[in-house]
């Protein structure tokens, strides 16, 4: 009971003093109100250097898009004027011509040598058929059985 008793009196001394405690002093409040407002001032402060920044790289990336479009339209008008003076192309139609007879000469006697392997080979044929030639059954030992 004894401690129950002390620990109301603390409890409600402890009260007391808090309530003589609210009354802040003036210079704690305004050292929290310059933090406030400090940090009030830094945070907006960040949002003003965000959006500076976002202008700067929106200014470069249109600074950049436009030298790349004059780059390009550059190299057109180059492409167009190396197109105009150009040297024309050598005349290569007797080439043409002359390599087509050499392709028909060439398989003409690819022809001739065809045509000559199968006379060749039809005489060779023809030799073997009109020759003397072993009777199967004794060539293949055949006659025995």
């Known amino acids: ?22 009354v802040q002093d003036d210079t704690q409040v305004r050292s929290m109100v310059e933090r406030i407002n400090r940090r009030y001032d ?15 790289i929106e200014a470069s990336r249109e600074n950049l898009r436009a030298k790349r479009e004059a780059r390009e339209r550059e190299i057109e008008l180059a492409r167009i004027e190396y197109v105009k003076n150009r040297r024309p192309r050598p005349d290569d139609s007797h080439l043409q011509a002359q390599y087509q007879a050499e392709l028909r000469e060439r398989e003409r006697k690819i022809e001739v040598a065809r045509k000559c392997y199968v006379q060749r080979k039809d005489y060779a044929a023809e030799i073997l058929k009109r020759g003397r030639t072993i009777p199967a059954r004794l060539e293949f030992g055949l006659d025995e059985y």
């Not at 129950?4 to 402890?14: H, I, T, V």
């Not at 830094?42 to 700067?56: A, I, K, P, T």
């Open 1 to 22: 009971m004894v401690r129950l008793s002390l620990l109301l009196f603390f409890s409600f001394k402890g009260v007391l003093v808090l309530a003589s405690e609210c």
């Open 42 to 56: 830094d945070f907006f402060e960040v949002m003003r250097e965000r959006e500076q920044r976002q202008r700067r």
